[in-house]
């Protein structure tokens, strides 16, 4: 029952993450290694809250940047 509950719980967390790792895995495994090693450093650093903002905010930028971009 634990096992189930906590494959429940992964899944629910980690699904968008699951789903972009095999979409860029399907492309290129640099990109894989690179989401890999963002991950591990994020859960290893002292300072893992202020990456994990940091993180968020240059995404949302990003995102924001494309969506607003004008077609060419």
């Given at each position: 029952?634990?096992?189930?509950?906590h494959?429940?719980?992964?899944?629910?967390?980690?699904?968008?993450?699951?789903?972009?790792?095999?979409?860029?895995?399907?492309?290129?495994?640099?990109?894989?290694?690179?989401?890999?090693?963002?991950?591990?450093?994020?859960k290893?650093?002292?300072?893992?809250?202020?990456i994990?903002?940091?993180?968020?905010?240059?995404?949302?930028?990003?995102?924001?940047?494309?969506?607003?971009?004008?077609?060419?």
């Open positions: 029952m634990m096992g189930v509950r494959g429940l719980f992964c899944i629910g967390c980690c699904w968008a993450l699951m789903l972009v790792l095999f979409a860029v895995g399907v492309m290129n495994m640099l990109w894989v290694l690179l989401i890999a090693v963002f991950v591990l450093l994020e290893i650093l002292p300072l893992a809250r202020f994990r903002a940091g993180s968020g905010f240059a995404l949302l930028i990003w995102g924001t940047y494309w969506l607003l971009l004008p077609p060419a």
